[in-house]
């Protein structure tokens, strides 16, 4: 019976320990909000709910299209087709892109003087953006085609034409 009274007299001095100071110890979340996104915005660009080629993060963020319909303005093209293909925007059946820069047809014109070095990828690229800056800022839709393999050249570009204006699709 003694026995029996130290350990009930023991557990209540340490339960009495945990309420008084309980309240005092920091405790340190072992996932924070920004770890929630970061894992979501990963899981989303992982999956393709309906199978058309754009993955879930895209259509949601970049196209604003539905993750769940392949087809978002039911006009019979899934929304890849209409963005690659006939470069005509899923959400608006009836708009389409009103400028479309070429990057062959920009090199055999205005960038004849340049070659295919890393300089001259550069120059080629600041050109063209600079042509999209101008179109776009006089209300007209660009879509340029060109080849920008450095992230040096893709982050002038989203600097010239602007960070909220320019979105680059890697193929």
Do not use: W
Request: hydrophobic content about 35%; charged content about 25%; proline content about 2%.
């Amino acid at each position: 019976m003694l026995v029996f009274a130290l350990v009930t007299i023991s557990f209540s001095f340490l339960q009495l320990r945990n309420t008084v100071y309980g309240r005092f110890i920091i405790r340190q979340e072992t996932t924070s909000l920004n770890t929630a996104v970061y894992d979501e915005n990963t899981r989303l660009q992982q999956i393709d709910t309906d199978q058309d080629g754009l993955n879930d993060y895209e259509e949601l963020y970049l196209y604003s299209t539905s993750p769940y319909l392949a087809d978002t303005d039911s006009d019979g093209l899934d929304d890849a087709a209409e963005l690659f293909t006939t470069l005509t925007d899923p959400v608006n059946p009836d708009s389409d892109f009103d400028s479309v820069l070429d990057g062959d047809e920009l090199r055999s014109t205005i960038s004849r003087d340049l070659g295919f070095t890393e300089e001259d990828r550069m120059e080629q690229n600041r050109r063209a953006a600079n042509m999209a800056r101008i179109l776009n800022e006089q209300g007209i839709h660009v879509m340029a085609a060109l080849i920008s393999p450095t992230h040096e050249i893709q982050t002038m570009i989203k600097h010239v034409i602007g960070i909220n204006r320019c979105f680059l699709i890697r193929i």
